[in-house]
Protein backbone atom coordinates (compact mmCIF):
# COMPACT_ATOMS: atom_id res chain seq x y z
CA UNK A 1 0.00 0.00 0.00
CA UNK A 2 1.61 3.53 -1.07
CA UNK A 3 2.21 5.24 2.21
CA UNK A 4 0.04 8.47 1.27
CA UNK A 5 -3.06 5.92 1.17
CA UNK A 6 -1.61 4.86 5.10
CA UNK A 7 -2.55 8.62 5.82
CA UNK A 8 -5.19 9.37 8.50
CA UNK A 9 -6.77 12.09 6.37
CA UNK A 10 -8.85 12.99 9.12
CA UNK A 11 -5.75 13.58 11.42
CA UNK A 12 -3.57 15.60 9.42
CA UNK A 13 -1.35 18.18 11.39
CA UNK A 14 -2.86 21.50 10.45
CA UNK A 15 0.33 23.32 10.33
CA UNK A 16 3.83 21.49 9.60
CA UNK A 17 7.35 23.20 10.15
CA UNK A 18 10.57 22.51 8.75
CA UNK A 19 14.28 22.74 9.55
CA UNK A 20 15.50 21.84 6.02
CA UNK A 21 19.30 20.76 6.88
CA UNK A 22 22.02 19.23 5.37
CA UNK A 23 22.39 20.99 2.17
CA UNK A 24 26.19 21.49 2.03
CA UNK A 25 26.87 17.63 3.74
CA UNK A 26 25.04 16.62 0.71
CA UNK A 27 27.18 18.21 -1.50
CA UNK A 28 30.13 17.45 -0.25
CA UNK A 29 29.60 14.28 -0.51
CA UNK A 30 29.30 14.32 -3.88
CA UNK A 31 32.28 16.83 -4.48
CA UNK A 32 30.06 19.44 -5.11
CA UNK A 33 30.36 23.24 -4.05
CA UNK A 34 27.61 23.54 -1.08
CA UNK A 35 25.20 25.96 -3.23
CA UNK A 36 24.89 22.49 -5.68
CA UNK A 37 23.05 20.96 -1.98
CA UNK A 38 20.85 24.35 -2.00
CA UNK A 39 20.25 23.93 -5.79
CA UNK A 40 19.02 20.38 -5.07
CA UNK A 41 17.18 21.43 -1.99
CA UNK A 42 14.74 23.00 -4.26
CA UNK A 43 13.58 19.83 -5.88
CA UNK A 44 13.04 18.68 -1.86
CA UNK A 45 10.90 21.98 -1.27
CA UNK A 46 8.75 20.94 -4.51
CA UNK A 47 8.28 17.18 -3.11
CA UNK A 48 7.22 18.97 0.35
CA UNK A 49 4.68 21.31 -1.40
CA UNK A 50 3.46 18.62 -3.18
CA UNK A 51 2.62 16.11 -0.47
CA UNK A 52 1.46 18.85 1.85
CA UNK A 53 -1.19 19.58 -0.62
CA UNK A 54 -2.13 15.66 -1.18
CA UNK A 55 -2.62 15.23 2.31
CA UNK A 56 -4.01 18.45 3.06
CA UNK A 57 -1.92 20.16 5.38
CA UNK A 58 -2.90 23.49 5.64
CA UNK A 59 0.21 25.16 6.73
CA UNK A 60 3.76 24.71 5.84
CA UNK A 61 6.67 26.67 7.47
CA UNK A 62 10.11 26.31 5.66
CA UNK A 63 13.12 27.62 7.98
CA UNK A 64 14.82 28.74 4.63
CA UNK A 65 17.73 31.54 5.75
CA UNK A 66 17.89 32.11 9.69
CA UNK A 67 19.35 35.27 11.13
CA UNK A 68 22.56 33.27 12.23
CA UNK A 69 22.94 32.36 8.41
CA UNK A 70 23.92 36.07 8.16
CA UNK A 71 27.43 35.21 8.80
CA UNK A 72 27.94 32.39 6.32
CA UNK A 73 30.98 33.42 3.40
CA UNK A 74 29.31 35.96 1.22
CA UNK A 75 29.47 34.22 -2.03
CA UNK A 76 26.80 31.62 -0.41
CA UNK A 77 24.72 34.45 0.99
CA UNK A 78 24.72 35.58 -2.40
CA UNK A 79 24.36 32.27 -4.08
CA UNK A 80 21.35 31.94 -1.55
CA UNK A 81 19.44 35.19 -2.02
CA UNK A 82 19.58 34.17 -6.24
CA UNK A 83 18.18 30.79 -5.79
CA UNK A 84 15.86 32.50 -3.52
CA UNK A 85 14.28 34.40 -6.61
CA UNK A 86 15.05 31.75 -9.25
CA UNK A 87 12.36 29.57 -7.42
CA UNK A 88 10.43 32.35 -7.10
CA UNK A 89 10.32 32.68 -10.84
CA UNK A 90 10.50 29.25 -11.46
CA UNK A 91 7.35 27.85 -9.26
CA UNK A 92 5.22 30.86 -8.98
CA UNK A 93 2.66 29.28 -11.89
CA UNK A 94 2.87 26.22 -10.08
CA UNK A 95 2.02 27.93 -6.54
CA UNK A 96 -1.38 29.12 -8.78
CA UNK A 97 -2.22 26.23 -10.12
CA UNK A 98 -2.08 24.18 -6.44
CA UNK A 99 -3.80 27.47 -4.61
CA UNK A 100 -0.71 27.77 -2.76
CA UNK A 101 -0.51 30.92 -1.08
CA UNK A 102 2.91 32.62 -0.37
CA UNK A 103 3.77 34.47 2.71
CA UNK A 104 6.93 35.56 4.97
CA UNK A 105 8.29 35.71 8.27
CA UNK A 106 11.50 37.33 9.65
CA UNK A 107 13.01 40.47 9.17
CA UNK A 108 12.48 40.46 5.56
CA UNK A 109 13.20 43.97 5.45
CA UNK A 110 17.19 42.81 5.79
CA UNK A 111 17.11 41.02 2.50
CA UNK A 112 18.67 42.40 -0.94
CA UNK A 113 16.01 44.49 -2.54
CA UNK A 114 15.58 42.53 -5.59
CA UNK A 115 14.62 39.44 -3.17
CA UNK A 116 11.96 41.87 -1.40
CA UNK A 117 10.44 43.00 -4.51
CA UNK A 118 10.32 39.51 -5.82
CA UNK A 119 8.71 38.29 -2.61
CA UNK A 120 6.18 41.12 -2.46
CA UNK A 121 5.28 40.24 -6.13
CA UNK A 122 4.87 36.06 -5.25
CA UNK A 123 2.57 37.35 -2.15
CA UNK A 124 0.66 39.62 -4.03
CA UNK A 125 0.04 37.02 -7.07
CA UNK A 126 -0.63 34.29 -5.05
CA UNK A 127 -3.05 36.15 -1.88
CA UNK A 128 -6.62 34.91 -3.69
CA UNK A 129 -5.04 31.38 -2.86
CA UNK A 130 -6.53 29.23 -0.21
CA UNK A 131 -5.33 25.31 -0.47
CA UNK A 132 -2.13 26.36 1.75
CA UNK A 133 0.35 28.42 3.67
CA UNK A 134 3.67 28.41 2.28
CA UNK A 135 5.40 30.56 4.76
CA UNK A 136 8.60 30.76 4.41
CA UNK A 137 11.30 31.81 7.37
CA UNK A 138 13.68 34.19 5.75
CA UNK A 139 16.14 36.03 7.86
CA UNK A 140 14.26 34.86 11.02
CA UNK A 141 14.88 33.72 14.58
CA UNK A 142 12.68 33.02 17.07
CA UNK A 143 14.44 35.08 19.52
CA UNK A 144 14.29 38.27 17.48
CA UNK A 145 11.14 37.57 16.97
CA UNK A 146 10.09 37.20 20.53
CA UNK A 147 12.21 40.20 21.19
CA UNK A 148 10.83 42.56 18.11
CA UNK A 149 6.57 41.35 19.95
CA UNK A 150 8.07 42.31 23.40
CA UNK A 151 8.91 45.64 22.36
CA UNK A 152 5.91 46.52 20.52
CA UNK A 153 4.04 45.40 23.54
CA UNK A 154 5.72 47.36 25.58
CA UNK A 155 5.30 50.43 23.18
CA UNK A 156 1.25 49.79 23.11
CA UNK A 157 1.57 49.23 26.92
CA UNK A 158 2.69 52.83 27.22
CA UNK A 159 0.24 53.99 24.37
CA UNK A 160 -2.23 52.88 26.37
CA UNK A 161 -3.63 50.71 23.54
CA UNK A 162 -3.54 47.35 26.13
CA UNK A 163 -3.41 46.96 29.74
CA UNK A 164 -0.32 45.13 31.11
CA UNK A 165 -2.40 43.36 33.28
CA UNK A 166 -4.59 41.53 30.52
CA UNK A 167 -1.32 40.15 28.69
CA UNK A 168 -2.48 36.13 28.12
CA UNK A 169 -0.27 33.60 26.14
CA UNK A 170 -2.90 34.89 23.37
CA UNK A 171 -1.61 38.25 23.39
CA UNK A 172 1.68 37.34 22.98
CA UNK A 173 0.80 34.96 19.60
CA UNK A 174 -1.30 37.87 18.22
CA UNK A 175 2.52 39.73 18.27
CA UNK A 176 4.49 37.37 16.54
CA UNK A 177 5.09 37.13 12.93
CA UNK A 178 2.71 34.10 12.79
CA UNK A 179 -0.13 35.36 14.11
CA UNK A 180 -2.39 34.42 11.41
CA UNK A 181 -1.36 30.78 11.32
CA UNK A 182 -2.48 27.92 14.21
CA UNK A 183 0.89 26.76 15.85
CA UNK A 184 2.65 24.02 14.29
CA UNK A 185 1.78 20.21 15.11
CA UNK A 186 4.95 18.80 13.73
CA UNK A 187 8.50 19.93 13.00
CA UNK A 188 10.66 17.96 10.69
CA UNK A 189 14.37 18.52 11.06
CA UNK A 190 16.44 16.73 8.36
CA UNK A 191 20.36 15.44 8.26
CA UNK A 192 20.32 13.58 11.90
CA UNK A 193 20.91 16.95 14.07
CA UNK A 194 18.80 17.15 16.99
CA UNK A 195 18.48 20.86 17.36
CA UNK A 196 15.65 23.39 17.50
CA UNK A 197 18.51 25.98 16.08
CA UNK A 198 16.29 29.43 17.09
CA UNK A 199 12.90 28.50 14.99
CA UNK A 200 9.66 28.63 16.28
CA UNK A 201 10.42 28.15 20.20
CA UNK A 202 6.88 30.11 21.72
CA UNK A 203 5.10 28.24 18.58
CA UNK A 204 6.95 24.69 18.92
CA UNK A 205 5.22 24.42 22.52
CA UNK A 206 3.58 21.24 21.98
CA UNK A 207 4.71 20.19 18.81
CA UNK A 208 5.80 16.82 18.03
CA UNK A 209 9.15 16.49 16.46
CA UNK A 210 10.73 14.42 13.93
CA UNK A 211 13.81 13.78 13.31
CA UNK A 212 15.49 12.21 10.07
CA UNK A 213 19.16 11.45 8.94
CA UNK A 214 17.71 12.28 5.62
CA UNK A 215 19.58 15.08 4.24
CA UNK A 216 17.42 17.74 2.87
CA UNK A 217 18.42 17.12 -1.19
CA UNK A 218 17.29 13.77 -0.72
CA UNK A 219 14.13 14.41 1.17
CA UNK A 220 10.92 13.07 -1.13
CA UNK A 221 7.16 13.02 -0.94
CA UNK A 222 7.45 9.56 0.76
CA UNK A 223 9.76 10.76 3.90
CA UNK A 224 7.05 13.66 4.05
CA UNK A 225 4.25 10.43 4.45
CA UNK A 226 6.44 9.04 6.90
CA UNK A 227 7.01 11.86 9.07
CA UNK A 228 3.27 12.07 9.01
CA UNK A 229 2.07 8.44 10.13
CA UNK A 230 4.67 8.77 12.82
CA UNK A 231 2.99 11.87 14.00
CA UNK A 232 -0.55 10.14 13.60
CA UNK A 233 0.91 7.43 16.15
CA UNK A 234 2.16 9.83 18.91
CA UNK A 235 -0.20 9.82 21.84
CA UNK A 236 -0.43 13.61 22.37
CA UNK A 237 -1.74 14.59 26.06
CA UNK A 238 -0.88 18.39 26.32
CA UNK A 239 -0.27 17.63 30.11
CA UNK A 240 -3.06 15.20 30.72
CA UNK A 241 -3.32 11.77 31.55
CA UNK A 242 -3.61 8.69 28.68
CA UNK A 243 -7.32 8.21 30.42
CA UNK A 244 -7.88 12.06 29.91
CA UNK A 245 -7.44 12.04 26.60
CA UNK A 246 -9.46 9.06 25.97
CA UNK A 247 -12.17 9.62 27.86
C1 LIG B 1 20.59 24.20 5.52
O1 LIG B 1 21.57 23.32 5.03
C2 LIG B 1 19.89 24.90 4.43
C3 LIG B 1 19.85 26.26 4.23
C4 LIG B 1 20.51 27.21 5.13
C5 LIG B 1 19.16 26.84 3.07
C6 LIG B 1 17.89 26.21 2.65
C7 LIG B 1 17.58 26.64 1.26
C8 LIG B 1 17.04 25.85 0.30
C9 LIG B 1 16.58 24.49 0.50
C10 LIG B 1 16.91 26.38 -1.08
C11 LIG B 1 15.87 27.36 -1.44
C12 LIG B 1 14.64 27.32 -0.64
C13 LIG B 1 13.51 27.95 -1.01
C14 LIG B 1 12.36 27.92 -0.10
C15 LIG B 1 13.40 28.70 -2.24
P1 LIG B 1 23.08 23.60 5.40
O2 LIG B 1 23.66 24.50 4.39
O3 LIG B 1 23.16 24.09 6.81
O4 LIG B 1 23.70 22.17 5.30
P2 LIG B 1 24.88 21.55 6.21
O5 LIG B 1 24.37 21.54 7.62
O6 LIG B 1 25.07 20.19 5.64
O7 LIG B 1 26.08 22.42 6.04
Known sequence: MALLEKINKTNVPKHV????????????????MRIFGHQNGVKAVRASLEAA?????????????????????????????????????????????NSIRLHTIGNTTSLPQKCQTKLQEAINNTKHNTKLNLILALSYSSRWEITNAVKNIAKDVAEGKINADQIEEKTIGQY?????????????????????????????????LYFTETLWPDF???????????????ERRFGMTTEQITA
Open 17 to 32: AIIMDGNGRWAKKKGM
Open 53 to 97: VKTGVQNLTLYAFSTENWNRPQAEINALMELLVDTINGELKTLNE
Open 176 to 208: LNTSQFPDPELMIRTSGEYRISNFLLWQLAYAE
Open 220 to 234: REDDFYTAILDFQKR
